[in-house]
Nanobody, 119 residues
Framework: QVRLVESGGGLVQAGASLRLSCAAS????????MGWFRQAPGKEREFVSA????????WYADSVKGRFTISSDNVQNTVYLQMNSLKPEDTAVYYC????????????WGQGTQVTVSS
């Protein structure tokens, strides 16, 4: 079992930055991918970014490329999502998730953190 706890959300103006954190515990994460997803009101949950814990491979949704950066701290067992140049359309609940690299689905999820970007 992997336990994930997100933090760092808030209310900001367009153009501002936020950094989300996801503290992971419960398992050795070397064989996991760590992902960030978001869900806006009335919309389906969508992929934002992911990182393979070992090896540094990263993935980004086209909508956030060049603005968001995913990173990790192996000592703190924490994954970060640095969000720059935020737009109102980035407003959503952001979720951290984990999956074994052999799985196609993310099986472990955090409780989510709200990000609101005002225009």
């Amino acid at each position: 079992q992997v336990r994930l706890v997100e933090s760092g959300g808030g209310l900001v103006q367009a153009g501002a930055s936020l950094r989300l954190s996801c503290a992971a515990s419960g398992r050795t994460l070397s064989r996991y991918d760590m992902g960030w997803f978001r869900q806006a009101p009335g919309k389906e949950r969508e992929f934002v970014s992911a990182k393979r814990w070992s090896g540094g491979i990263t993935w980004y949704a086209d909508s956030v490329k060049g603005r968001f950066t995913i990173s990790s701290d192996n000592v703190q067992n924490t994954v970060y999502l640095q969000m720059n140049s935020l737009k109102p359309e980035d407003t959503a609940v952001y979720y951290c998730a984990a999956r074994l690299i052999t799985d196609s689905e993310y099986r472990y999820w955090g409780q989510g953190t709200q990000v609101t970007v005002s225009s």
